[in-house]
């Protein structure tokens, strides 16, 4: 069993490090590593956000839609997105459009958190509410 602090830290650790071996690593081999610990730091995180989600998913009556798989993965694409142009190309156009796509990528990942993390507060503060006026009936 791992202690709490670290459980909760690695899926960002695995972000991080799959992250700088794209960036750092010039062999084929360290850059699929990198892209592996990568995407497996991605999944980790939309499996843990999903199991504690606690807001009702709406489904927009848009023309278009995302698949809900694919909607959560994007932040993760827009950050790969940016991640491999940094490390592939050495243009000021392509450093720009990296940097957008990296802003784009961990704005959405907050935004995410925030909302996810208010709709939890909430769900908790219910259930808060309901677990204390049993206690006063039962009395």
């Known amino acids: 069993m791992i202690i709490k602090p670290i459980y909760e830290i690695l899926p960002s650790l695995y972000l991080a490090a799959g992250s700088s071996s794209v960036l750092w690593i010039d062999s084929n081999l360290g850059i699929a590593g990198g892209a592996l610990l990568f995407c497996l730091g991605a999944l980790?995180?939309?499996?843990?956000?999903?199991?504690?989600?606690?807001?009702?998913?709406v489904h927009s009556r848009k023309r278009f839609t995302i698949p809900e798989s694919l909607y959560e993965f994007m932040p993760f694409f827009?950050?790969?997105?940016?991640?491999?142009?940094?490390?592939?190309q050495s243009t000021l156009l392509a450093y720009g459009i990296a940097m957008l796509c990296m802003y784009?990528?961990?704005s959405l990942l907050y935004l995410r958190h925030k909302y996810r993390q208010h709709a939890w507060q909430k769900a908790q503060t219910t259930t808060a509410a309901a677990q204390s006026s049993k206690h006063h009936t039962v009395d």
């Open 104 to 106: 784009r990528g961990c």
């Open 44 to 57: 980790i995180w939309v499996m843990r956000s999903n199991f504690r989600r606690h807001d009702q998913v």
């Open 78 to 88: 827009f950050i790969a997105v940016a991640l491999s142009l940094a490390s592939t």
